[in-house]
């Protein structure tokens, strides 16, 4: 069975981690080290993002293959398909069912850096609905198909119904879940989940959550997503904002209270855009009361008494 469609289809909370892939071979030896260390926190799955275009794709396999495959965690690839050819798909594809890899997020991509507008593309593929159509055409029911959903709309979308009809499409054509972009305002969240629902989608609907770990992403990842962000919020972070410990602390606080809200309107999964940082992913669980807290290992404090024993 595939996991992450029996987590969908059970009667408890569950979370779920997202990674990217490093652009260094440190680096992705660093994530390995955190993910084995986050695998404590008991995700359901990890997923992995793919740069647009597939130019790193080789690192996201790897790291894919390594999570799935050493870490024994339920992985899933996301998968872009358009600025690049049918056959790095095709690859793409083969080499996931390969390595043991059942779960797919199934995304259009956005347009080549410096190119504000889509266009269509020569493949086939324009949009994430001809890729979730087009995997269940070769591989029948292997794959476990997620798609991209946005509360506030698709940036490239003006008219919230239209991108609603387009959401439907892309669930009918196969896919298994939703995962949301990151929004900080949760009544924009329920009220578009109510959407989705009044329109006949079904399928379960995780949460994207992005907790703030400095005030200078924050406002560049808000502002690249066109976010809407509560005037509370800013109210909150002004004060803090060059302090970034106390930045990092209000960004647990706010997403153990968003997810709260959350899951007191019924939503039980719940997935974390981690950034590659394992400390405010792991505070918010343990906010949550999803899991115990967990001891760190500090170095001892210097103690000048024991220096001296020790000349
Ligand atoms: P689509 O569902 O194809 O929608 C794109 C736009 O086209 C929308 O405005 C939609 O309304 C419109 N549309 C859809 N079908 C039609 C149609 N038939 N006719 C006209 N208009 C239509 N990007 C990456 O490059 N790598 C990643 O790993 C990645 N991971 C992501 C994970 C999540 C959870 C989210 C929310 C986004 C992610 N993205 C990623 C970003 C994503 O690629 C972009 O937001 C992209 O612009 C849209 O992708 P999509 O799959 O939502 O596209």
Same mark, same amino acid.
């Given at each position: 069975t595939q996991k992450i469609e029996k987590a969908l289809a059970e009667e408890r909370c569950f979370w779920s981690f997202e990674y990217f892939p490093p652009k260094t071979e440190a680096g /992705?030896?660093?994530?390995?080290?955190?993910? +084995?260390r986050m695998y404590q926190l008991g995700p359901e799955f990890i997923d992995v993002t793919w740069n647009a275009g597939g130019s790193s794709s080789d690192v996201t396999m790897q790291v894919c293959t390594t999570a799935q495959s050493v870490y024994g965690l339920e992985t899933c690839m996301h998968l872009t398909c358009t600025n690049m050819p049918r056959e790095k798909?095709?690859?793409a594809l083969k080499d996931a069912k390969a390595a043991g890899i059942q779960n797919i997020l199934a995304l259009r991509g956005d347009p080549p850096? #410096?190119?504000e507008n889509w266009t269509k593309c020569e493949t086939g593929f324009s949009?994430? +609905?001809?890729? /979730?159509k087009y995997i269940r055409e070769e591989y029948g029911d292997y794959f476990c198909i997620g /798609?991209? #959903?946005y509360p506030e709309g698709h940036t490239e979308n003006q008219d919230p119904e239209h991108d609603m009809k387009h959401l439907k499409n892309k669930v009918d054509a196969g896919a298994d879940y939703i995962v949301t972009q990151l929004f900080y305002d949760v009544d924009i969240f329920l009220k578009w989940h109510e959407e989705c629902r009044k329109v006949g989608i079904?399928?379960?609907i995780l949460p994207g959550i992005m907790p703030i770990q400095n005030f200078g992403g924050f406002k560049r990842m808000t502002s690249l997503c066109k976010t809407y962000v509560p005037d509370s919020i800013y109210a909150a972070l002004e004060p803090i904002k060059e302090d970034d410990k106390a930045v990092k602390d209000y960004g647990v606080q706010l997403a153990v209270d968003m997810c709260n809200q959350m899951k007191?309107?019924?939503i039980r999964g719940f997935h974390f855009y981690t950034l590659n940082l394992e400390r405010s992913t792991r505070l918010i669980l343990e906010g949550l009361e999803f899991i115990a807290p967990i001891p760190q290992v500090r170095p001892l404090p210097w103690n000048p008494s024991l220096a001296k024993n020790r000349e």
């Open positions: /992705v030896i660093n994530l390995y080290d955190r993910m +084995e798909i095709d690859i850096r #410096g190119q949009y994430a +609905e001809d890729l /979730v /798609v991209a #959903g079904t399928i379960p007191a309107a019924g």
